[in-house]
């Protein structure tokens, strides 16, 4: 099994920066695909910016040109650089990864989600 730790989650002004961290352990042979997602209250989630293995990275419009997803495969461990913080960043952002585990094949797994909260 595959357990994801984020954290830099916290309060911050609007055009603030924050970087998020998420940290996989376990069961691991390669990962695949890493992601970073968000729910906002009273809506979905939604993908917010994917890294490959090979570090080709894509984003949501909303975030494009502010954030920067990138990962360390020695460490296991991807980020989420946000620069120029909006109030509508505002939302609990999780981990994800596809990884493949030694004799299972591919899994994905989820973080517990770390808040950020954007104030004007």
């Known amino acids: 099994q595959v357990q994801l730790v984020e954290s830099g989650g916290g309060l911050v002004q609007a055009g603030g920066s924050l970087r998020l961290s998420c940290a996989a352990s376990?069961?691991?042979?390669?990962?695949?695909?890493m992601r970073w997602y968000r729910q906002a209250p009273g809506k979905q989630r939604e993908l917010v910016a994917s890294?490959?293995?090979?570090?080709?990275?894509t984003y949501a419009d909303s975030v494009r040109g502010r954030f920067t997803i990138s990962r360390d495969n020695a460490k296991n461990t991807v980020y989420l650089q946000m620069n120029s913080l909006k109030v509508e960043d505002t939302a609990v952002y999780y981990c994800?990864?596809?990884?493949?585990?030694?004799?299972?094949?591919?899994?994905?797994?989820w973080g517990q989600g770390t808040q950020v909260t954007v104030s004007s």
């Open positions: 994800y990864c596809n990884a493949v585990e030694y004799g299972l094949g591919s899994r994905e797994s």
């Open positions: 376990g069961n691991i042979f390669m990962i695949n695909a």
């Open positions: 890294i490959t293995s090979g570090d080709t990275t």
